[in-house]
């Protein structure tokens, strides 16, 4: 059935040994949370023309006791089909906002940070109470949060939708469009709803150095930005051709192993960044973001 209707498929027994390991890992991801085997890596967002550090995107990970570190695209779509993603998503905008508390200077400055939301932790009626109470026990100016949402939350509900875009962007966080260019593709929901940030998919930036379409695809979007006023973020970056492309068509953020690889806090932390860039080959000055 999970691959559409009216369709017939010869049963494998790879299917089946599928089947019973979703199932398995299913019931490990129930008693993952309390047993604390889930960690946040976190990701340098730089803005590029200075090379600096603006904030960080947390990543989640699962440090599971026997398969090791089993990566969000395994287990996401498990949490969400199980609604565990509610207490999972509420346990990781806790712990990100805890940390980007503890990165700020004490002048008030320091990086921002971004959460991903997944659709079913959006449409659950605690999210904006559990953002207000993140914020609230971590003490972080709301201004440093940004949150990370797909093109898929619009496909339905708009009415839904837009009252909590609204009454999130109320809060003082900020708004991401994670994945652009890759989901619904109306653009008029860029005007509809209170989006503050693209984040240009990677799927565009691969293709930058060599293929004339995807280059032309990002310049739109940078056009689009300009007019709508949208932060604009290029995700996947993993050459220096890459990114002196993107630089070249006016983008002003950037993301991906070129820049800074995801890794736990106390790789990622500004401090840690710092020393790094001190080394010989330092692709980044990390400084506190306006
Ligand atoms: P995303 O939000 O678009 O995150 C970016 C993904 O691209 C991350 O994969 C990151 O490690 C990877 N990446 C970063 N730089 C590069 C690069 O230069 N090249 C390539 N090929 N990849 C790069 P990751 O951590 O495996 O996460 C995959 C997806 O899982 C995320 O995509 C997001 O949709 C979801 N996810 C991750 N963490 C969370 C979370 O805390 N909550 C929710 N709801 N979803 C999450
Ligand atoms: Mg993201
Ligand atoms: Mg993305």
């Given at each position: ?24 890992l299913?019931?490990d ?11 946040l ?13 603006s ?9 599971h ?22 207490p999972?998503?509420?346990?990781i ?9 503890a ?44 949150l990370?949402?797909?093109?898929s939350?619009?496909?339905?509900d ?28 109306s ?5 509809r ?24 695809v ?26 002196a ?46």
């Amino acid at each position: 059935k999970t691959s559409g209707k009216g369709r017939c498929e010869v049963f494998q027994p790879s299917h089946h040994a599928d089947h019973l390991d979703r199932e398995r890992l299913q019931a490990d991801l129930y008693q993952a949370l309390e047993r604390q085997e889930l960690v946040l890596h976190y990701q340098p967002i730089v803005d590029l023309a200075p090379r600096r550090i603006s904030g960080y995107e947390a990543l989640v990970r699962w440090e599971h006791p026997t398969r090791g570190m089993v990566p969000p695209v395994q287990f996401i779509t498990l949490a969400e089909d199980s609604g565990l993603i509610v207490p999972i998503g509420r346990w990781i905008l806790r712990e990100a906002t805890r940390q980007a508390a503890a990165w700020q200077q004490p002048d008030g400055r320091g990086p921002r940070m971004s959460v991903n939301v997944s659709v079913r932790q959006f449409q659950h009626p605690d999210l904006v109470d559990d953002v207000t109470e993140a914020l609230r026990a971590s003490g972080l100016a709301p201004d440093r949060l940004t949150l990370e949402i797909t093109e898929s939350l619009f496909a339905e509900d708009t009415a839904g939708t837009t009252q909590k875009l609204e009454a999130l962007k109320a809060l003082g966080i900020r708004l991401a469009l994670d994945d652009f260019g890759t989901g619904y593709s109306s653009l008029s929901y860029l005007r509809r709803f209170p989006i503050d940030v693209l984040k240009i998919d990677k799927s565009f930036v691969h293709g930058i150095a060599t293929c004339s379409e995807d280059r032309a695809v990002i310049g739109a979007i940078v056009a689009l930005g300009q007019i709508l006023d949208l932060v604009l973020v290029a995700e996947g970056i993993e050459t220096a051709d890459e990114l002196a492309a993107l630089e070249q068509l006016g983008v002003q953020y950037g993301q991906g192993y070129h820049l800074g690889r995801p890794g736990p806090p106390q790789h990622a932390s500004p401090a840690a960044e710092r020393r790094r860039s001190g080394s010989p080959g330092a692709a980044l000055r990390p400084a506190p973001a306006p």
